[in-house]
């Protein structure tokens, strides 16, 4: 683990994975504002189960970096109590898989505060889960289902695929009036590394990123699905000189139609690359606004390459359920020779 | 067992009997019980006690009968409940936090809500929900047991904070305690030892479900042990025994005794004695015999009594009260029935900023608006 | 309430409202199969709140019909537990709403049990819940989140639109080995009658049905909202002679994607009208199946007519927030007029 | 206050002190306390219960080192629990049912489930879930807590249909106590009063989280109050003491005496002596010198010193049966190694039949397997 930001103040940037970026991200956010906390389950002493919130127990102490006892409703509902008193509670929900005890707190009551009072009551707050597969892991620790949150009205949904940007959204969703359900692609925890600022800033929460441009073919993903999604785009534009432009989405809710539908009108067609099941997934969402705003220029059917319709296997198959970089490239490849 | 009883048998209700584990202080009649010690509480104090019962139960039976007329949807009523609602907001300190469900009517309105907004939700505007700075009280809850751990982190952040000066006050019913945000939210009280006072508005009844087959527990009270905090089991139709509990559980909370606990779980032992809602026939499914063995304990009975007996009421100041909230009553529902929304407001306040998505689905809606008109959208719903 | 079958044996059919039509249908099916149990919050002695369980106390005793206390993961829990000792477990949830206590006792276990065990253990449950806006309902009590239920493999997801359906998908659903979340449109629950065979019949958990055949757009629709789409597909047809063809899906998952495409091949253009949020609602996986599979057949952009990206209302503007015949016919014709 | 010793605390455990309301049998070397009541046992049924704790121990032994080679994904160690694992294990009835969590690995063994299968998952193959028809084992629990209110529902079949024969066992930590879903398994099961035994295996940590921390009730026994049902605890370290605690409390759930009830929720006062899971450095968050108290009191050397004591056993048995079980252990994993699944898996047994949609699914992997080849799946994950 990388030392704290405060260790390094010296220094313009450091070279931090993913999950570093997210703990510099917490620490930066704690020490500019005493209001931020972060609690749940083994993110205090342990400091997270992936050392997200390594450190900051030890530099903010006991009442800024909270160990709860095991129960996400509790946590997610003390949260909501914790934002009424002027804090911003960071939630961890140790993984995707275990927030559905929370559901019920997050999608009836911290995305409607602020609608039921009128404005009166609000949430400010993150509850940050890592998510998707791909890492050898048991039963339910492998979970990609941010449609179930980007279908509810007053959650905004974030998931950063680079060091720079989880630090930046972070940041932009701490400061964010509203209740956001941050996803840390968990794959790509230490994945590489990337020179991240050490001083504060943002990175917005209604744009989308444009990581690779290209006039053939829109490809759109977000997460851990960005790398293969950029890999297979690589390949094909080297072997058969397909030019893919590839869209990280990086806020899912509320989307950047905008950069999307621009995108497409520019290429005429389209994949959406996901882990999660592909039906009922985000892939539906984006095709179907596609064809609502731009469809005189669509020129192929879009390809959903997503996760199957069943529950993710243990590890010894997971490479056959995750979209890898060889049906990505076949998916496009079909699409552009539609 | 006091089980049996409580679970709406014919027998003598648990809160009757010389119970040693249950506070009481009025007894049926409203006689100061031999050994009770009266909560020091000043004549104003106690005519605003009375006062706000009194209107509680005038707002009841008004509620209920405008909700027959068509005037309001569907109306969870409090009577036989009014008193321990009350008792409850008096003690609160003004700083104090409030978290009623949708039967605690009469409790906001005694934390400062105004009556008009009671009556808004349930003509169908959300402004009553819109809870004034100055008025320290959440917006109802309706799914059960939800509010147990919010309370539990509003009362957490103000200790967080230091301000243990501000307790939070949090209601609940006996079905609630069932669910597992109960259990979470109590249990982290326990561990987290926040200035919360958690009332279980014990009515015997969740719907149509007794006390009995709601837990095999002897007690609700006694479940705060399971957290490590203090359980109380009070008289709930006796307000002054309610008002001494809530007032000592809410002092403990902001500053503790050595060795003492911030949290406390009130029993507040009750009788729904009407329906659940204007949708419920409880006919159907207990025995209304069952409802006169509570009834001979109404708290606005005892209530009275204790105060003619004591000589800070009598009848031209009753009636005089009794003039003032039936008019403010009046006033309220006139109030009320004034309000409108804008279709617009559908997209407003779901994030402080209107997303694209959601301004796009507004205009499209105002344009239909225009093209047809706002009859048509009423026309074939069902 | 209408009376049971059991008093009705001579005739062949009864006038029934929808609600009844579920009662009978658990009638039928707890008479015909000792197993058949259902439970849940004040589904015994009362009848449940809206009488859909009424008389089956009566008749078959509290081991079979059993007021549960007020804990929706435990009746999901416990009617997992049930379903592994030969029973088959009908639990109520009061209203959707109140569904996401037990959210991920339905998600993690009841949708997994039979892949988890590789076959060797299955969860047929039959999660009943009224659902949808439109009666005046407090908050909370107007949900109509089914893409949530959708997006699970595992489970199976059902709303009837017609007496007739409900009775007949409700059979198929308590003998379906499979976990199904049958949601009742409660908007329709006394809207109207229709002759109920009083003897057991199914309803195909794979079939929508073409409620009106039509020639110029596809309208895709289920539960409360089969009706104003059928009103206004008449009123078209009456005053624009437009021809819509209206599909009531009946079963959302899995979907019928061969009714729905076949339907879309001949029209070309296609409408979804649904009562929940637009974003990431059933509409998306409809309209992206069908420029998945059909995409050559596409004349216009298929329009989404749905609840707003934001909570139901309360009352007083709820016929704003739910597809109304006027928006459905206004939408129609823009789509045909493309 | 137990609590204190319990939270990890360098101070003696509760579990071994003269503690009235803790059931012990042995003393920490092994020696049968004075006033205990030793259970009837076979000395064939103790050297099975001996021979499979011996196992277990050393099946953790092996599945840690194979998980550093690489050769099992993560993997929950359970030294320190398995006397009571095995234990409760033994004292089931063939016909009753085991809910076991992540850990519960030797609770399987000794009731059933064949040792390979174990290892199965580990490799990332589900067939060890796919438990064989005459094994009365559920698949493990990984979500918290949530197999309680499962467990309740099958004992409660049980009883619903008269096989009052079988009871349900269920497994789970003292963690999981602070899950909604326990709370509402455990008052469900007071309700209904069904043939269930909560064991919960209180082995002081949740991950990093000490017992102190997770509630501030006492104990973990007298949460069962709560529940209206009977709480007990036992020195889990004392694999004659858990026999009898869980033997009595399955016999009451299958025949309740007069006025007993039927559920029963343990609390196996445990430690658990290395990491929470292969991936847990336990030095990050607690004193190792904490361990040392325990590890005193090592259930495998209590258990092999009775019955030493006794002269059931002896030096040669002894070796003999640590050959057979290393053999048998090695054995599994040799056969678990073997073990392949098919990616036509993924799409099978998610529902009775394949839906259309997913067949489609498969069809098109098959199609990409078939034109790349397997090796590119794996290619570009990271
Ligand atoms: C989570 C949830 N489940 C179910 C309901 C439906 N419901 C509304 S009130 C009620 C009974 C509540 O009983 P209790 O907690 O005793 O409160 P009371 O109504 O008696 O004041 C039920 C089941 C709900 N509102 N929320
Ligand atoms: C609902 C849920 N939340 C979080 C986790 C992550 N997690 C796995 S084990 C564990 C600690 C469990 O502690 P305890 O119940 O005491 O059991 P032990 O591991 O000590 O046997 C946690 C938090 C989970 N598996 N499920
Ligand atoms: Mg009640
Ligand atoms: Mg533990």
Redesign the pocket.
């Known amino acids: 683990m990388s030392s704290t930001a405060s260790t390094q103040a010296g220094q313009k940037a450091q070279s931090l994975t993913l999950v570093e970026a997210i703990q510099d991200g917490l620490y930066t956010e704690m020490a500019q504002d005493d209001s931020v906390v972060v609690l749940g389950e083994d993110v205090g002493k342990n400091g997270g189960v992936f050392r997200a919130t390594d450190q900051l127990y030890e530099e903010f102490g006991e009442d800024r970096v909270i160990d709860t006892p095991l129960a996400e409703a509790g946590i997610v509902g003390a949260s909501i109590g914790l934002s009424q008193t002027g804090m911003k509670p960071v939630p961890e929900m140790q993984f995707m898989g275990f927030m559905y005890p929370a559901f019920?707190q997050i999608v009836s009551h911290a995305a409607r505060l602020r609608s039921r009072s009128q404005g009166q009551y609000s949430v400010p707050m993150v509850i940050r889960a890592p998510y998707g597969g791909g890492i050898r892991a048991p039963e339910h620790h492998s979970e990609s289902k941010e449609a179930f949150f980007v279908h509810e009205p007053g959650l905004k949904v974030v998931s950063p695929s680079t060091p720079y940007d989880a630090k930046g959204l972070l940041a932009a969703s701490i400061h964010d009036p509203d209740p956001v359900i941050f996803l840390e692609p968990k794959l790509i925890y230490r994945a590489f590394r990337e020179d991240v600022p050490t001083k504060p800033y943002e990175v917005s929460l209604s744009e989308a990123a444009v990581r690779r441009d290209g006039s053939d073919i829109s490809v759109y993903t977000w997460g851990a699905m960005t790398r293969p999604a950029l890999i297979a785009a690589e390949n094909l534009s080297q072997s058969r000189g397909i030019d893919a432009e590839v869209i990280d989405l990086r806020t899912l809710s509320p989307l950047d139609t905008e950069t999307i539908t621009d995108s497409f009108k520019k290429t005429g067609r389209a994949a959406i690359v996901h882990e999660a099941p592909k039906t009922g997934g985000l892939g539906a969402e984006i095709a179907t606004t596609i064809q609502e705003e731009a469809l005189v220029h669509q020129e192929a059917p879009i390809k959903r390459i997503a996760g199957f319709d069943a529950p993710m296997p243990l590890h010894s198959l997971e490479d056959y359920y995750l979209p890898q970089a060889v049906r990505i490239q076949d998916g496009i490849r079909e699409t552009v020779e539609f | 067992m006091n089980m049996k009883n409580e679970a709406g048998s014919k027998d003598v209700p648990a809160a009757v009997r010389e119970d040693s584990d249950i506070v009481q202080i009025l007894d049926a009649e409203g006689d100061v019980l031999p050994q009770a010690s009266v909560p020091d509480i000043s004549d104003r104090q106690l005519l605003e006690l009375y006062e706000t019962i009194k209107l509680a139960r005038h707002f009841d039976q008004r509620a209920i009968s405008f909700q027959r007329q068509g005037r309001l949807a569907t109306y969870?009523p409090m009577t036989g409940?009014e008193g321990s609602q009350v008792a409850t907001s008096l003690a609160l300190a003004e700083q104090d936090w409030l978290f009623p469900?949708?039967?605690e009517h009469a409790a906001k309105y005694a934390h400062g809500m105004d009556l008009a907004s009671l009556f808004e939700p349930l003509r169908g505007h959300r402004e009553g929900y819109a809870i004034p700075e100055d008025v320290n009280v959440m917006p109802e809850y309706?799914?059960?047991?939800?509010q147990v751990p919010q309370a539990m982190g509003m009362a957490w952040g103000h200790k967080l904070q230091g301000k243990t000066d501000t307790a939070v006050l949090c209601h609940?019913?006996?079905?609630?305690?069932?669910?597992g945000?109960f259990h979470e939210g109590l249990n982290f009280a326990g561990v987290f030892d926040v200035p919360a006072v958690f009332v279980c508005?014990?009515?015997?009844?969740?719907?149509s479900?007794p006390?009995e087959r709601?837990t095999a527990s002897e007690t609700i009270a006694e479940k705060a042990q399971a957290y490590g905090i203090d359980g109380v089991r009070v008289d709930g139709l006796d307000p002054l025994a309610v008002y001494k509990v809530a007032s000592e559980a809410l002092e403990k909370a902001r500053n503790p005794g050595p060795g003492e606990l911030r949290p406390t779980l009130i029993e507040s032992v009750q009788y729904?004695f009407g329906a659940?809602?204007t949708a419920d026939d409880p006919s159907v499914y207990r025995d209304e015999s069952e409802e006169e063995v509570w009834r001979d304990r109404d708290p606005v009975d005892r209530i009275e009594t204790y105060l003619y007996n004591e000589g800070i009421l009598d009848s031209d100041l009753e009636s005089e009260i009794q003039d003032r909230i039936e008019q403010e009553v009046s006033e309220a529902i006139e109030t009320a029935e004034q309000t409108e929304t804008s279709p617009d407001n559908i997209v407003e306040h779901v994030y402080e900023d209107v997303p694209a998505r959601l301004e796009q689905q507004r205009d499209e809606l105002n344009r239909l608006r225009e093209k047809y008109d706002d009859g048509a959208f009423s026309e074939v719903l069902e």
């Open positions: 019920d | 969870a409940q469900t949708y039967r309706i799914p059960i047991a939800t609940l019913g006996d079905g609630a305690t069932s669910e945000d508005n014990n009515n015997q009844w969740a719907i479900v006390r709601q729904r659940h809602t």
